[in-house]
């Protein structure tokens, strides 16, 4: 018999979805970030708050990296509402909405990493570094 594995997933309510490519566009062309607080579901997540970041990498154009006293100040305010971190959001505002060598190399947390294709208006999620896909439930 084979073995059945379930796919990952991060339920993304609607509102949180609008907040996450408005975000994106008023960032381009920088590439934005923010993160997702929520809490975890079995084999996924369900994210329940956003938290828009800033961009301090050296070209925000091509990479993204938060802010580190912006992230650790959303990271206290998950905590203090009962939150977790569930999932890291970025954009990509000319495509493609895969990841980049770069977001596989400084992926940190084992949380789904999402990508805004600004130019596709697509959003994609991955568990980086492995790249494994996981799915989207709105």
């Not at 990952?8 to 509102?15: F, G, S, V």
């Not at 920088?30 to 607080?37: R, T």
Request: neutral net charge; hydrophobic residues 45%.
């Amino acid at each position: 018999m084979a073995e059945v594995t379930s796919v990952p997933w991060l339920a993304l309510p609607d509102a949180l979805e609008v907040r996450l490519w408005q975000h994106a566009r008023r960032s381009a062309p920088q590439e934005c970030v923010g993160v997702l607080g929520g809490w975890s579901v079995g084999a996924g997540w369900h994210a329940q708050a956003l938290y828009p970041l800033t961009n301090v990498a050296a070209v925000p154009e091509r990479e993204y990296l938060a802010d580190p006293l912006e992230l650790l100040r959303a990271l206290k305010v998950m905590r203090a509402e009962s939150l977790e971190l569930v999932a890291i959001y970025h954009s990509h505002p000319s495509g493609p909405a895969q990841f980049s060598r770069t977001d596989r190399a400084r992926a940190a947390y084992d949380v789904p990493y999402l990508i805004a294709d600004l130019s596709g208006s697509v959003l994609s999620a991955y568990l980086l570094p492995e790249g494994r896909i996981c799915g989207l439930r709105r």
